[in-house]
């Protein structure tokens, strides 16, 4: 099937540094959502995007949806240690509710 | 709300035995998911159902694998006969639109 591409695939950051990670598809998507799995845990739901240009904030992370709806991104302004985990993009099937998930990217923040 | 449940957490079986998942997805919700995790192939959803029917099955990977769902309330994920490559985390998660909430999974291991 069609994926969504993420990178990076890891990213090692000191406490207090901003994180970067970006999901890229081939196909207009017609909305993104965006997963955090802490390690030994579960992917839960942070958010989802649906109108080009889209920008939703939360606290210190802000998620974009591209203009041409092909790529999004996430972003978090001074990482905690409570930000470690993996996060995930993931895109539906329009008409229905299959999600096909991008491979993630792994942070870890140094104390 | 109790979550999505899932039996068991770990399961260490050995190759050739049959192993069985279970599920109870959260009350009201009217789609239910089975994804497998692995490092190498990431998150790959098996198979769906909505309003206890399967609807796409195109991810259980062979004829080894079959769900069933015989009410709203549960459901099972089988292995027969279960092989070391299906060792990874399998995931339940449940849903009423495009947000999906996961269980804890399960950890199996086919030794």
């Known amino acids: 099937g069609q994926q969504v591409m993420q990178i990076p695939q890891y990213q090692h950051v000191q406490e207090g540094e901003d994180f970067t990670t970006y999901c890229n598809s081939s196909?207009?998507?017609?909305?993104i959502q965006w997963y955090k799995q802490r390690p030994g845990g579960h992917p839960v739901f942070l958010i989802q995007?649906?109108?080009?240009?889209e920008v939703k904030k939360q606290k210190r992370l802000t998620f974009q949806f591209g203009e041409a709806k092909k790529n999004s991104s996430l972003h978090i302004t001074a990482t905690q240690t409570t930000d470690v985990g993996t996060y995930f993009c993931?895109?539906?099937?329009?008409?229905?509710?299959?999600?096909?998930f991008g491979k993630g990217t792994l942070l870890t923040v140094n104390p | 709300d109790a979550g999505v449940i899932q039996s068991p957490r770990h399961e260490v079986t050995e190759m050739g035995q049959e192993v069985t998942l279970r599920c109870k997805p959260i009350?009201?919700?009217?789609?239910l998911f089975w994804y497998r995790q692995t490092m190498m192939r990431g998150l790959e959803l098996l198979i769906y159902?909505?309003?206890?029917?399967?609807?796409?099955d195109s991810g259980m990977p062979e004829d080894r694998f079959s769900a069933k769902m015989p009410n709203a309330s549960f459901s099972t994920l089988k292995i027969q006969p279960s092989e070391p490559r299906d060792s990874a985390v399998y995931f339940c998660?449940?849903?009423?639109?495009?947000?999906?909430?996961f269980g804890p999974g399960t950890r199996l291991t086919v030794l």
């Open positions: 995007l649906v109108k080009s240009g």
């Open positions: 993931a895109k539906s099937g329009g008409s229905n509710y299959k999600l096909t």
């Open positions: 196909t207009t998507l017609s909305n």
């Open positions: 009350s009201g919700h009217d789609y």
């Open positions: 998660a449940s849903s009423t639109g495009t947000t999906q909430y």
């Open positions: 159902f909505n309003n206890n029917v399967p609807i796409d």
